[in-house]
């Protein structure tokens, strides 16, 4: 029997937690949340489902990620890392449950096939399925990207294999959520540009096929050899014709063109518009401790 942990970060979730744990409760030997101090019932409601909590404060993901990693009790072969409006679909614990304790030595992590609802609809089309991530790895053999966003977990050693059935990501918030999330992710992810191009941050190694998945590699790639070098309002509008009518997003219906044209334009068109107002701000500054000063003042988090 391979052994495994599941862990969930959270904050406010009582709308989400129970309907995650309760979709891999037949296949964690341990559920461990690290919750950031919420106000409802989060809390009460993942111990009831018999999770261990921890609480932390929060700073960012991939920080919670990790200082979970490093200070969790866990005591299992294999760690699993799933947001708490994740759900494991029954045909992944299964292929789970039969696969994991036959995977060879060599074998360090699994990555998973992630699908989206949104607006109660699969998303389909415009390269939303699958998105491919390792969110499976063996106990020490992995670490997560110290990035403001779009943090991923990438393997220290081994070779990772990649499994059948998917996870759903299907939170149940609504429009204004999903925006006020969406906001909030813009000012991480311009956060995260320039904190690289000014030296805020120490350099992360770059992602490989072989430590995350083949996907993950070459979008983050594209990503910053390519589409963060254009114009932010072309750049935007680019990719959404791309997902859009290339990736025949326009398949997904009505909610298919709500989501790209939220999702695939107007974020990254915002991400765009704060990186060129936080880049302005900064420009006359000449040491690094006035730049991250000036950064964590505009954009409220703690560079």
């Known amino acids: 029997m391979a052994t495994l942990a599941v862990v969930i970060l959270t904050y406010n979730e009582e709308r989400h937690i129970a309907r995650a744990i ?6 964690a030997t341990q559920i461990v949340v690290i919750d950031s101090f919420s106000t409802d019932r989060t809390v009460e409601i993942a111990r009831e489902h018999g999770a261990s909590v921890l609480q932390h404060a929060f700073v960012n993901q991939a920080r919670q990620m990790q200082w979970a990693l490093d200070h969790a009790p866990i005591a299992t072969d294999w760690v699993m890392r799933l ?30 096939r992630r699908r989206h609802i949104f607006l109660g609809r699969w998303i389909r089309h415009g390269g939303r399925y699958p998105l491919i991530l390792l969110r499976l790895w063996r106990i020490g053999q992995a670490r997560v990207e110290d990035r403001w966003m779009d943090e991923h977990m990438t393997l220290t050693g081994g070779r990772s294999v990649l499994f059948d059935a998917p996870f759903t990501d299907h939170n149940l918030g609504d429009l204004t959520a999903f925006t006020a999330k969406h906001n909030a992710y ?9 904190a690289r191009r000014y030296g805020l941050l120490e350099a992360e190694p770059t992602m490989t096929a072989k430590a995350a998945s083949r996907q993950a590699a070459l979008k983050r790639a594209i990503k910053e050899r ?17 997902r859009y009518i290339v990736q025949r997003g326009f398949l ?12 695939g334009f107007w974020y990254r068109f915002l991400v765009g518009a704060k990186l060129q107002e936080f880049d302005r701000a900064l420009q006359g500054l000449r040491t690094p401790q006035d730049r991250r000063a000036l950064l964590t003042r505009l954009s409220g988090l703690a560079i």
Not at 83 to 110: F, M, Q, T, W, Y
Not at 186 to 194: I, K, M, S, Y
Not at 226 to 241: D, E, I, Q, T, W
Not at 252 to 263: F, K, N, P, S, V
Request: net charge negative; aromatic share 10%; charged share 20%.
């Open 226 to 242: 390519v589409y963060n070098r254009l114009p932010f309002a072309l750049a935007a509008f680019g990719y959404f014709l791309f």
């Open 83 to 112: 947001d708490a409006d994740e759900v494991v679909e029954p045909s992944l614990a299964r292929e789970i449950a039969i696969k994991l304790p036959c995977l060879p030595a060599d074998v360090a992590g699994v990555n998973l």
């Open 252 to 263: 997904d219906g009505r909610e298919g063109l709500i989501y790209h044209g939220l999702q």
């Open 186 to 194: 813009a000012t991480r992810e311009a956060v995260d540009v320039l």
């Open 22 to 27: 309760e979709s891999i409760a037949g296949i």
